[in-house]
């Protein structure tokens, strides 16, 4: 029965307003006396269940007498009770058309009085139309507007005379396209024509007005076209929602977003704006960019405190600003001590220079501060080229290691951006970030350089010369990668690391070359790894593990490393070489020390630099040279100290440094480094002569 229902309800619902009838159909059917009424009750139910189809009846008729006897009679006489069940049915049949008659009658009066009452009520409607639109129309808070298809305003409500200001009888006569605006955006006016045209229906927009006191009123406008009962266009309605303060607020909050809030100065963000802006001009434009840092700002913060700091930054915007005011030209303040100042148009070439000079000599006069005269001085990369090549990333890094050029050249000048230096800068960032991993993965080798003694020949030990297999770049020498170690203090466990396989190879050396004599290992270390408390302690549990003996290391300390070195930095090489590990004074000669410091310095050996036998390649050597070799020697073997020399490529210098007193040598002369094995068959050459 459900789908011949006119009801809102479920099928769940409609079968809940069926169980009841059901249960009173059975309750009949068994009852001691019949009762007639319960089926016309039945029957009026289903009417008012809304069952009104022709079929209803007739399959709720059809349904009783199939299963009512059959599930709930029972026990009894079945004769009796389908007797029962037909006088049930014909109650629910009368039932049923009395309730649909009733129904319908009532419907046919409803209808009846509807039509009488509707011709009163069409006009009180009327007017309660026209009172709830006056009422809405001049109560409403936003301004509303009606104009004909020409322009002329017909109507305001007071909300618009508020918003404009002045009085009803002015804005009425005045003409919709009369309100242009300087800030109008171009299809402001052609959406108008096309809605006057009726080929629009309605449009938004925000748009600026002009007040009688020619004040600026910007609002969100919404107009749209009124047609006649024909459809034809007859008036436009505007609703104007007043957004000015809205828009001051947002422009405030625009500023502060976009703006530096100690300098005033545009921000990284506004700045990027305008850098990609300028990158994204046409062909023929150009565009010059300075970055500046300004030198030993951090002392000051240091020295006078963040508020003294502030004021200086502040002073330095000021002068830079001043420094900016042409056309296409800006200054801002990226963070910190960082600004930057950007240049753009055709010819910028000439024109960043000039600005670069400009912020240099701005910044020559002192910054006075709590009494104190400060001197301001800061380092400039400089980044200019045509638009459309680079994006605003990329201009940005190469000014800032221009920036870094300048300030490790010694500061308080500006360069100019080169390609190459960049390339070299963002490699060694790349190798930089690489390093950690690459010692994890084994990435590291070492190759080894004889050391020989001068006067025999014979291989007296080795350098050990750490080497990185880069997946990218090769093998790489330790002038590539060393700085940046030691920069990043992973110089302490590569250094760790260096010094135990060297260990290990030495023993090994020692174990294969036993009749050769006694065997040595020359290890560097970087002036991190003096300073570092765990030094003395790594080198005994390594030494220890290997089952070396101490006289079979060599630690290199370059000179310039032990330079007005203090006794705490001496005090780990002096524990090292009261153990028997010698320490070598490497790179000797090229640190201008007083030699005085040769008596308090822990060493055993000098190494002299490459330098002193460069002279030594030409025949006859410069006599200087060999005057100074030959002191240096005679003053080393006065102090119980052997000398050894670097860079040794040729016979005529092998010989000379032998005559000069030289006691052990290395360089390409004897052989290039190379793997351990080279050095075995170096021992192996020398042992059996």
């Not at 350089?449 to 090769?474: F, I, K, N």
């Not at 991190?528 to 390594?542: F, K, S």
């Amino acid at each position: 029965m459900f789908p011949l229902t006119s009801t809102s309800s479920t099928r769940p619902e409609f079968e809940e307003q069926l169980l009841p009838l059901a249960e009173r159909l059975s309750r009949a059917l068994v009852a001691p006396a019949f009762d007639a009424e319960e089926g016309r009750a039945v029957g009026a139910a289903l009417v008012a269940a809304h069952c009104t189809d022709p079929e209803a009846l007739s399959r709720s008729l059809d349904c009783v007498d199939a299963y009512l006897v059959l599930y709930c009679g029972g026990d009894g006489d079945a004769e009796a009770l389908r007797s029962r069940s037909a006088r049930l049915q014909h109650a629910m049949a009368a039932g049923y058309a009395q309730a649909l008659r009733e129904r319908t009658l009532g419907e046919q009066e409803a209808i009846a009085q509807a039509a009488l009452r509707a011709q009163g009520v069409v006009a009180q409607a009327l007017h309660a139309s026209e009172a709830r639109f006056r009422a809405v129309f001049e109560g409403a808070a936003i301004g509303i507007g009606i104009a004909d298809l020409d322009g002329n305003i017909l109507q305001v409500n007071g909300a618009l005379v508020r918003m404009f200001g002045g009085s009803e009888q002015a804005l009425r006569g005045r003409n919709v396209k009369d309100w242009t605006h300087a800030e109008d955006a171009p299809q402001v006016w052609r959406l108008y024509e096309e809605l006057v045209r009726g080929d629009r229906e309605h449009y938004h927009v925000e748009k600026a007005f002009y007040r009688p006191d020619g004040t600026v009123l910007w609002t969100n406008l919404t107009v749209s076209l009124l047609r006649d009962p024909d459809g034809r266009p007859q008036y436009q309605l505007a609703l104007m929602e007043d957004t000015t303060e809205r828009r001051l607020l947002n422009l405030r909050l625009r500023y502060e977003a976009t703006h530096d809030a100690l300098t005033g100065l545009p921000n990284r963000t506004l700045f990027f704006e305008r850098l990609e802006k300028a990158l994204g001009a046409g062909e023929g434009q150009r565009f010059g960019l300075c970055y500046l840092d300004l030198d030993g700002f951090k002392t000051i913060n240091d020295s006078l405190g963040h508020a003294a700091g502030d004021r200086l930054l502040v002073e330095v915007a000021d002068r830079l600003q001043s420094c900016a005011t042409a056309p296409g030209e800006m200054v801002a303040r990226l963070g910190g001590d960082e600004f930057v100042a950007l240049t753009t148009g055709p010819d910028t070439q000439r024109e960043v220079d000039e600005l670069a000079s400009r912020i240099m000599h701005a910044l020559l006069a002192p910054v006075r501060i709590d009494g104190r005269e400060l001197t301001v001085r800061g380092s400039i990369g400089i980044v200019e080229g045509p638009a459309g090549e680079r994006s605003a990333a990329e201009v940005l890094r190469s000014a800032d290691i221009t920036m870094y050029r300048a300030k490790s050249a010694g500061g308080n000048r500006f360069e100019l951006a080169d390609p190459e230096a960049d390339a070299r800068a963002i490699t060694r960032h790349g190798l930089t970030t690489a390093l950690p991993a690459a010692l994890d993965r084994g990435e590291f080798f070492i190759e080894y350089q004889p050391l020989v003694h001068l006067g025999d020949g014979s291989v007296r030990g080795a350098e050990a010369l750490v080497r990185w297999l880069h997946p990218q770049h090769g093998v790489l020498g330790p002038d590539r990668f060393i700085p940046l170690a030691e920069h990043t203090g992973l110089i302490v466990p590569l250094g760790r690391w260096v010094l135990e396989q060297s260990v290990r190879q030495a023993r090994s050396w020692r174990e294969r070359n036993a009749d050769a004599g006694p065997f040595r290992i020359n290890v560097n270390l970087s002036p991190c790894q003096l300073t570092h408390p765990g030094l003395v302690q790594d080198t005994v549990d390594i030494l220890e593990r290997a089952g070396v003996e101490p006289d079979a290391l060599c630690l290199e300390v370059t000179e310039s490393a032990l330079i007005g070195a203090d006794d705490d930095l001496l005090k780990p090489l002096r524990r090292l070489a009261e153990m028997g590990v010698d320490i070598a004074l490497d790179d000797f000669g090229t640190g201008y020390s007083n030699l005085a410091n040769l008596r308090r310095l822990p060493v055993s050996i000098l190494k002299l630099d490459r330098s002193f036998t460069q002279s030594m390649q030409q025949f006859p050597a410069d006599p200087v040279d060999l005057k100074i070799v030959e002191g240096i020697v005679s003053l080393a073997h006065s102090l119980d100290l052997a000398v050894t020399v670097e860079g040794v490529e040729t016979g005529a210098q092998a010989e000379q440094l032998r005559i000069l007193g030289c006691d052990t040598a290395q360089g390409w002369y004897y052989a290039r480094p190379g793997p351990p094995e080279r050095l075995h068959e170096l021992a192996l050459v020398d042992a059996t002569g």
